[in-house]
């Protein structure tokens, strides 16, 4: 049974930073494609950021190109996702997401996924 525990989500002054943990377990980081979406009150659950197959291989939303970086750490078994100069519109709640293998279906689409964790809350004030 593959789980997904998010950590690192809180209340930040706009400008600052957050990093957000995924710690993974019954898959290997590695060999799955890692996602973060995120979901604001009232909205879509929306595409992030994504890692796949090479540790080189990462997409992002356009949003979010220049502040936010996703890596991974195969011996720990965890993604992270490390936000700079958060924005007000970045306030959501943050999931983890799993789909294996690695190279099967798109990053972006949250109905690719198998496998979420159960969300972080990160509000950036102004």
């Known amino acids: 049974q593959v789980q997904l525990v998010e950590s690192g989500g809180g209340l930040v002054q706009a400008g600052g930073s957050l990093r957000l943990s995924c710690a993974a377990s019954?898959?290997?980081?590695?060999?799955?494609?890692m996602g973060w979406f995120r979901q604001a009150p009232g909205k879509q659950r929306e595409f992030v950021a994504a890692?796949?197959?090479?540790?080189?291989?990462?997409y992002y939303t356009d949003s979010v190109k220049g502040r936010f970086t996703i890596s991974r750490n195969n011996a720990e078994n965890t993604v992270y996702l490390q936000m700079n100069n958060l924005k007000p519109e970045d306030t959501a709640v943050y999931y983890c997401?799993?789909?294996?293998?690695?190279?099967?279906?798109?990053?972006?689409?949250?109905?690719?996924?198998?496998?979420w964790g159960q969300g972080t809350h990160v509000t950036v004030s102004t």
């Open positions: 019954g898959r290997t980081v590695s060999s799955s494609t």
């Open positions: 890692v796949r197959g090479s540790a080189s291989n990462t």
């Open positions: 997401a799993s789909n294996y293998p690695w190279y099967s279906g798109s990053v972006y689409s949250v109905d690719e996924y198998d496998s």
